[in-house]
């Protein structure tokens, strides 16, 4: 091995603190009850394209108390869930038709949660209730429960969850059905919308969140350890490629 960390971090410009990645969430608490807009943001995450059918006018979302109607059930966020379009004075919920909605951060997300309180009703057995995780307009990752119809009780709850790919957005959709009239939507509320953001960077390494001179002696160390942790540009072997890629790699910083 003939070269040496040390002399290679005298090279590198040190100093950039950067913010760990970290986790939006909304949780629609910090609203009175009341129309939120066509578009709204809570917690880091703006909401948008909210749609009662296929290709119809955008619609307002809402915030609305849901301590009436939803307090036993341990996922429900006091006091306010979002709705698509309807809000009470009082704290029982009367639940909107959803077809669709979109929700995003400003950088890309690599999960996401929302628990969707909805309706065991006849009317829309079959359908096909999802949340998607896009890159554009193409999905790269979804969660889906088909409505199963009649339930012997009304409010039923269901946390929909994605990982595994980097997405732009995420996609609440409903899609099919069995009733004509109710096709494409199911009545239901909306809680605890959370987008994570990607893994800690592996620039990090000393897990603080912050790049800092302390990750590169890290850096070194491994290094001249052997350590394979120190193989950055994933050859099996180490060399000033990996030091070039650490320093690309930290940068660009931990977004
Ligand atoms: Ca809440
Ligand atoms: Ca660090
Ligand atoms: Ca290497």
Do not use: K
């Amino acid at each position: 091995m003939g070269i040496r960390a040390i002399d290679v971090v005298g090279l590198l410009a040190v100093g950039c603190v950067c913010a760990a990645a970290n986790a939006e969430e909304a949780d629609f608490d910090g609203f009175p009850s009341g129309f939120l807009g066509r578009s709204f943001s809570d917690g880091g995450i703006t909401f948008s394209e909210n749609l009662w059918f296929p290709g119809g006018n955008q619609v307002q979302f809402a915030a609305t108390n849901g301590t009436g109607s939803i307090s036993s059930f341990p996922e429900f966020s006091p006091v306010n869930v979002m709705t698509t379009g309807s809000w009470s004075s009082g704290t029982v919920l009367g639940f909107t038709r959803t077809h669709q909605w979109i929700a995003s951060r400003s950088e890309p997300g690599e999960s996401a949660q929302v628990d969707v309180f909805w309706l065991g009703r006849p009317n829309w057995e079959g359908t096909e209730v999802c949340l998607e995780g896009l890159v554009g307009d193409d999905v790269v990752v979804s969660d889906c429960f088909i409505h199963p119809g009649a339930l012997p009780v009304d409010i039923q709850h269901t946390r929909l969850a994605l990982s595994g790919e980097t997405f732009d957005r995420i996609r609440f959709i409903c899609r099919g059905g069995t009733v004509p009239g109710e096709l494409d939507g199911i009545l239901a509320v909306f809680d605890n919308v959370v987008i994570d953001g990607a893994p800690p960077c592996r620039v990090d390494l000393d897990g603080d969140g912050e790049l800092t001179l302390f990750d590169f002696l890290a850096y070194q160390n491994l290094f001249d350890g052997g350590d394979l942790a120190a193989d950055f540009d994933g050859d099996g072997e180490l060399t000033l490629f990996d030091f070039l890629a650490f320093q690309n790699e930290f940068d660009a910083g931990c977004g």
